[in-house]
């Protein structure tokens, strides 16, 4: 059993910082690609960035250059560094996980329960 466990959401000032964090917790032997999400109001669950194993990232066009990736795997943990946030910003995000467990072949991918991020004045 695998949890995935989000922090750091909540209410900023447009131009301010959030930083959200995700923790993987169980009978983990590895964990391979790990991804943000956003889900905006009304809207379909997008995705934000992703890290590879290696470090290497990818970002959706919106948020280059103002949101860092970044993992520690000694943590089970993924972060992602907002800046510069906007009011259109403001969604649930979500992390994302693809684990291997211990004893068991292959990888699944599991889902934090999301954490609310508003960015309003």
């Known amino acids: 059993q695998v949890q995935l466990v989000e922090s750091g959401g909540g209410l900023v000032q447009p131009g301010g910082s959030l930083r959200l964090s995700c923790a993987a917790s169980g009978s983990i032997s590895a964990i391979y690609y790990m991804r943000w999400y956003r889900q905006l109001p009304g809207k379909q669950r997008d995705i934000v960035a992703l890290i590879a194993p290696d470090g290497n990232t990818n970002y959706e066009d919106s948020v280059k250059g103002r949101f860092t990736i970044s993992r520690d795997d000694a943590k089970n943990t993924v972060y992602l560094q907002m800046n510069s946030l906007k009011p259109e910003d403001t969604a649930v995000y979500s992390c994302?996980?693809?684990?291997?467990?211990?004893?068991?072949?292959?990888?699944?991918?599991?889902w934090g329960q999301g954490t609310q991020v508003t960015v309003s004045s």
């Open positions: 994302n996980a693809d684990i291997a467990l211990m004893g068991r072949w292959g990888t699944s991918a599991y």
